[in-house]
């Protein structure tokens, strides 16, 4: 089983940098592709970014790409997510989630491992 604890999120002025942080309680995270996703109040949830296990490889969603940078510190057990000029639309529960097979992918289906949530809110 793995844990994933999220933290960073809070208040965000619109157009300023947002710094997500995942932390893993897994003694093998490096073994683990890991994902951010987002959900508002009767949305879907939403693919934001992976990162492969070597932290090589990267995939965003449509939304964010070009202004988010996904990366991972296996030594920390660590998984970060930067997102810059925030807007009104990011605001969001974020989520960290993991998966032991290696491939990125948008398909939430695919992770088996997921944290709590942390709430974002942009404000204007």
């Known amino acids: 089983q793995v844990q994933l604890v999220e933290s960073g999120g809070g208040q965000v002025q619109a157009g300023e940098t947002l710094n997500l942080s995942c932390r893993a309680y897994?003694?093998?995270?490096?073994?683990?592709?890991v994902a951010w996703f987002r959900q508002t109040p009767g949305q879907e949830r939403e693919f934001v970014a992976a990162?492969?296990?070597?932290?090589?490889?990267?995939y965003y969603g449509d939304s964010v790409r070009g202004r988010t940078t996904i990366s991972r510190d296996n030594a920390a057990n660590t998984a970060s997510l930067q997102m810059a000029s925030v807007k009104r639309e990011d605001s969001a529960v974020y989520y960290c989630?993991?998966?032991?097979?290696?491939?990125?992918?948008?398909?939430?289906?695919?992770?088996?491992?997921w944290g709590q949530g942390t709430q974002v809110t942009v404000a204007s």
């Open positions: 989630a993991a998966k032991l097979f290696s491939g990125l992918t948008a398909r939430q289906d695919r992770y088996e491992y």
């Open positions: 897994e003694r093998t995270f490096q073994n683990y592709v």
């Open positions: 990162v492969a296990k070597d932290g090589w490889s990267t």
